[in-house]
């Protein structure tokens, strides 16, 4: 969620929808409207040198289905897995073959925001 997204698609409401940092103020019904043509998830990350939290949640059909699932720092990942790879779990991804379902998504390649945002 970059800054400049963040501040188009706000309400200007100040809370912070459902514990998330960055989840724009109203933007969680919006994400919860589109669900009603399929799954709809939102996901947070922060990590520098493999240390960090993220932060999770999945809607379908207009309603929260999983979540906010997170994870602080210093934390082990559950035994379901990351907050992250629980949502894509829960999307269809199949890790199958692949480190986790993040990097089965293809999302591996966008881990880093300024490799991708022109």
Known sequence: ???EL???VTDGASARPLGFWKLPGGFDRILADWSS?????????????GVGSQRAVL???????????????????????????????RMGIDRTGHH????AAGLS??????????
Do not use: C, K, N
């Not at 399929?38 to 947070?44: A, K, L, R, T």
């Not at 390649?109 to 022109?118: V, Y």
């Open 59 to 89: 809607w379908l059909h207009g309603q929260l289905l999983l979540g906010p699932l997170s994870l602080e720092e210093g934390r082990r990942f559950p035994p379901d897995g990351s907050p992250i790879s629980q949502i894509l779990t």
């Open 109 to 118: 390649a966008q881990r880093q925001t300024r490799d991708w945002l022109p």
């Open 6 to 8: 963040h501040d188009a």
């Open 100 to 103: 986790d379902e993040f990097d």
């Open 1 to 3: 969620m970059t800054d």
């Open 37 to 49: 043509a399929g799954p709809i998830g939102y996901v947070e990350a922060d990590y520098f040198g």
